[in-house]
C-alpha cells in the first residue's frame, strides 16, 4: 500500500528557534500533500495545501511566514515552523495524494510531535 | 470553513458488541465522506468512504451510513474488537478534494 513517513517523528527545540519536518510519499507520487496540526485530544485542523511547483494555499487564520511550506518534488513536501513558541507545541501531521489513484484517497503520515520549550 | 461535528465525544462498548459512531456535517455541497480510526500517537487510517449519491457502503465488518436530509453520517463497527479501541473521524471533502475537513473525534473503548 501507499506509504507516506515523516521525518522526525518527534523533535525538542527551545523558543525562537526554527524546525524542518518533511513528509515523504515513499511509493507513489504526490501532486498534493496536505499538513495538519492536531492538539491534545482533538481533531485534526488543516493548515495548509501544498501543490507540487507552486505556493501552498493556506487555510484562514494559518500564518504563511511563520509556516513556511515547500513542495519541490512530487514526493516531498516540508513544513518549517520558524521561531517557534511554546504554543506551537502541537502533532503535525502531513497526508498525500496519489496523483494515479482514485480521486479523494489521501495517505497520512505518522505524525511529527514537536515540543517548543 | 465547513463543519464537521461528532455527537458523542467517548463511547465505550463490550467485546462483541456492535458500535455505532455518529457525525454531523454543515456544507451540505460535500460530495465525498471518509471515516479515519487514529490510534495514539500516529496519524489517521482509512476505514471506508462514500460518495454523497449513495446512502449505505459496506466494509469488512464496517458500514457508513449516510442521510443527506439531515446531514448525518454514521459508522457501524460490528463485533467490535479490542483493537478497535481508537479514536474514530469523520472527514467530508466537496467535489474537488481540494480540502478535507475533519469532524471532532469520538474515542471509542473497547471493553473485554
Known amino acids: 500500500g501507499a506509504v507516506v513517513s515523516q521525518h522526525p517523528s518527534r523533535v525538542i527545540c527551545k523558543s525562537g528557534t526554527s524546525v524542518k519536518i518533511e513528509c515523504r510519499s515513499l511509493d507513489f507520487q504526490a501532486t498534493t500533500m496536505f499538513w495538519y496540526r492536531q492538539f491534545p485530544k482533538q481533531s485534526l485542523m488543516l493548515m495548509a495545501t501544498s501543490n507540487e511547483g507552486s505556493k501552498a494555499t493556506y487555510e484562514q487564520g494559518v500564518e504563511k511566514d511563520k509556516f513556511l511550506i515547500n513542495h519541490a518534488s512530487l514526493t516531498l513536501s516540508t513544513l518549517t515552523v520558524t521561531s517557534a513558541h511554546p504554543e506551537d507545541s502541537s502533532f503535525y501531521i502531513c497526508s498525500a495524494r496519489d496523483r494515479l489513484a482514485g480521486v479523494g484517497q489521501q495517505y497520512f503520515g505518522p505524525g511529527t510531535r514537536l515540543t517548543v520549550t | 470553513g465547513e463543519s464537521v461535528g461528532l455527537h458523542l465525544p467517548t463511547l465505550s462498548v463490550q467485546e462483541g458488541d456492535n458500535s455505532i459512531i455518529n457525525c454531523a456535517y454543515s456544507n451540505s455541497a460535500s460530495d465525498y465522506f471518509i471515516w479515519y480510526k487514529q490510534e495514539s500517537g500516529k496519524g489517521p487510517q482509512f476505514i471506508i468512504d462514500i460518495r454523497s449519491n449513495m446512502d449505505k457502503r459496506q466494509g469488512q465488518r464496517v458500514t457508513v451510513l449516510l442521510n443527506k436530509t439531515v446531514k448525518h453520517l454514521s459508522l457501524q463497527i460490528a463485533a467490535t474488537q479490542p483493537g478497535d479501541s481508537a479514536v474514530y473521524f469523520c472527514?467530508?471533502?466537496?467535489?474537488?478534494?481540494?480540502?478535507?475537513?475533519f469532524g471532532s473525534g469520538t474515542k471509542l473503548n473497547v471493553k473485554p
Open positions: 472527514a467530508e471533502t466537496p467535489y474537488n478534494f481540494n480540502k478535507f475537513y
